[in-house]
């Protein structure tokens, strides 16, 4: 059978590498993923459609991005069951209110022994995603010997910008509830997550970070005035309203906009950006501080979002934050591919996230599962894995690869704006947008 026509191909190795699925379930996967070319959003924000509806056209275009993820969610369950890993236990858990929202699952192998413990938080553009998908990559940590908490969270446009970061500390206090049930060792707590995800993730240990978050915010955590996050896990992550603005990303605009109440064109302004401390709020990459726990970062040189990385590992950098940084190549490096480890490239993601465990707990920590965890010393030793350029070219107009501008042609100048050459990726932006860049990165040195 040829996987290719069912699947997006960053699946299709996980299927070839012993996932038993049925051809029921494929084509089901097949009819819901074709949806996303026939795209109803198109035409429900299309303005000059004939529209005949009371509800709003982007949260329609939303609801049916929801529909779509759920579908395709239960299409996928013989794959998620076929390689979750062996002997990890799994519980459905509810860690607030409302109970159908936040809830999610708790992984673990060993329930008497004493656990570090990693929060994952799913993507979806804040809008849509569920946990469930996600439990394959969590069983990964949890064979590590962590206890994983792999939480859902509120979604936008209905709850928006900061009820998904409460929800996170709730998921805190959960762990902490449960520390001696569990022997779970809260001096050592995770955060991870992919893609909106990560950037959620992110903010929250932004807040612990920068206290003043837990009042902005209207955080109820008991543990705010002692309790650090121990590492930060990205993949794929976006850490700037900026590249939802310029990404190549189906409707990020919109979902930023669900999300954070704010159209990302008012965004591209200098001035908002930094003088408007409610939106600096909203962007980790605008809240690194030299407190900020260690981190690694997982990208791919084809996913759109590859420049939002390349950024916060500047910033991250620049506040002398220990950080590691693996950045996939070939096909299947594309957005969310470390969670699917039946490629090389999603083989060695792991083995990076593996070797940053090891790195942060250190050798005394005795609790990681050897055998779960290929970790090469050479890894460890080397810390970053995959550097990428420190120096941001600007460019107006001309080719970047030879030099060559043409400052004089006002057309061109007004096409194509500045090309940013970050991580030796190139995108075009605004003026303010390269003025935007360049303080964000020079203000942090």
Known sequence: MNFDFFCPKSIIPSIRNGAKTSKKSLVGYKIAYNLFFFDLQKYALNKKSRWRCSMDREKLAIYYVRLRDKTLSLSLMPVVTAVMSKGVIVN???????????????????????????IYVHGGGWVQGTHIIRNPYCSRIADLGFYVLNINYELAPDAKHPVQVRNIFSAISYVFERKDEYNLDTDNIFLGGDSAG??????????????????????????????????????????????????????LELY????????VREIDDVETLFERQDIKDMCPASLVNPDFPPCVLLTGEKDPLKPATDLFYEVLKKNNVKTRLYVGKGKYSVHAYPLFDGNTN??????????????????????????????????????????IESDIVYDMGGDAENGETDENSEDKKEKRGFEIIVGGRTYIVAEETKLLVEDLINSRS
């Open 346 to 387: 999603g083989k060695r993601a792991m083995r990076e996230v593996y070797a940053f465990f090891h790195e942060v707990l250190g050798d005394g920590y005795g609790l990681l599962n050897p055998k779960a965890a290929p970790v090469d010393s050479d890894l460890i030793q080397r810390g970053v894995t995959s550097d």
């Open 256 to 263: 930023a906009r669900s999300y954070s109440g704010y159209d």
């Open 92 to 118: 459905k858990i509810i860690y607030g209110e409302p109970k159908s929202k936040l809830n999610g699952s708790e992984l673990y192998i060993d329930k008497a022994a004493k656990k570090p413990v990693f």
């Open 198 to 251: 990560g950037h959620l993730a992110a903010l929250a240990v932004s807040v612990t970070v920068n206290k003043r978050l837990y009042d902005e915010f209207c955080i109820k955590f008991d543990h705010k005035d002692d309790f650090k996050v121990k590492g930060f896990v990205s993949v794929c992550g976006i850490f700037d309203f900026l590249s939802c603005r310029y990404a190549d990303f189906h409707n």
